[in-house]
């Protein structure tokens, strides 16, 4: 499994801040950038189905709602197991 994740995230008051990472799992886990020291827990909520769960609900609408913080935006691309997976979560 390779992903390759870009975020940018901010505050109410500030400007969004760029950050990428990219995490490997099948022989054991490596991650760079912010995802460097944190690639062991990563790639286990990724066996999980986190990811996919997190797309899934993302696909579907929903009410929008008020939510304290700043704007965030994400996009995730890679490959589990054989599938592709593409796709963009925004707040």
Do not use: W, Y
């Not at 189905?49 to 890679?78: D, F, K």
């Amino acid at each position: 499994m390779r992903l390759t994740i870009e975020t940018h995230t901010g505050s109410v008051t500030s400007v969004l801040v760029p950050s990428d990472g990219t995490l490997e799992c099948d022989r054991g886990a490596r991650g760079t950038g912010f995802l460097e020291h944190v690639a062991a827990g990563a790639c286990a909520l990724v066996r999980k189905g986190v990811l996919t769960a997190v797309a899934t609900e993302h696909r579907q609408t929903r009410l929008c709602t008020e939510v304290n913080g700043g704007p965030q935006r994400a996009q995730i691309s890679g490959t589990v197991g054989r599938r592709r997976v593409a796709f963009s979560i925004s707040r």
